[in-house]
């Protein structure tokens, strides 16, 4: 998915959807369904208000979209306290994720060719899996005691 799709689906997944994100964006819904819309040639979404947008959503889909384009993978750096229980939920999301990407892997591979939408499809799913690994091992070094010098 590319950033502007991001956008579209943050908007539009939002609870109470464009009107009640535009209100907290300061702007009218409308122009903010104008940005919004990807097949839009003059109005596009600033940085900025992408970014208020992720802070009002709580949803970084752009931010991995943008990530994801240029062969990047993004991890939130967890706040809370490391714990067994925390290692337990990485391991279990890491075994969820790789799960999707066998399954695309394998509907990929079933009709005995490989088109450029599958590997599209396969790729989202890998960068899905990598951040929950990522996540791991933040969580382990929090974890992790202290060296002595």
Not at 58 to 77: C, M, N, P, R, Y
Not at 87 to 102: F, K, M, S
Request: glycine residues 6%; negative net charge; charged residues 20%.
């Amino acid at each position: 998915m590319n950033h502007l799709d991001a956008f579209y689906q943050t908007v539009h997944n939002a609870p109470g959807g464009a009107e009640a994100i535009a209100h907290r964006l300061g702007m009218s819904a409308q122009v903010l369904r104008n940005k919004a819309n990807p097949n839009s040639a003059t109005n596009k979404p600033t940085l900025d208000e992408a970014s208020r947008l992720m802070g009002v959503t709580g949803d970084f889909s752009i931010l991995h979209a943008l990530a994801e384009q240029h062969g990047f993978v993004l991890t939130k750096l967890d706040d809370q306290p490391a714990s067994d229980m925390a290692v337990l939920e990485n391991v279990t999301n890491i075994w969820q994720r790789l799960g999707d990407l066998a399954a695309e892997v394998h509907k990929t591979l079933a009709d005995g060719r490989v088109d450029p939408h599958e590997v599209d499809a396969c790729s989202a799913a890998a960068f899905k899996a990598v951040r929950p690994i990522l996540q791991l091992i933040d969580t382990l070094g929090g974890m992790a005691e202290k060296r002595r010098p």
